[in-house]
């Protein structure tokens, strides 16, 4: 849970930026769309973290943090 709420956070700081930084908008909208397509029951759970901590990181570097 801790992963999914800062990437939450992060996504949707993300998808506050102004129009000119689209890339930064798709990143958030991107990870917004994987959390949404997630499937706790039939997902793997270290993938699913993996790629949380992917999608933080690449975000973290699009919003200079």
């Known amino acids: ?6 990437l939450v956070r992060l ?8 129009a000119a930084e689209i890339e930064t908008r798709y990143a958030g909208r991107q990870a917004l769309q ?5 499937n706790g029951a039939a997902d793997d759970l270290d993938a699913c ?13 699009a919003l200079g943090k």
Do not use: D, Q, S, V
């Open 1 to 6: 849970i801790r992963y999914a709420t800062a």
């Open 11 to 18: 996504a949707k700081e993300a998808e506050g930026r102004p």
């Open 34 to 38: 994987y959390l949404a397509a997630f």
């Open 49 to 61: 973290r993996a790629e949380m901590i992917n999608h933080i990181l690449k975000l973290r570097k």
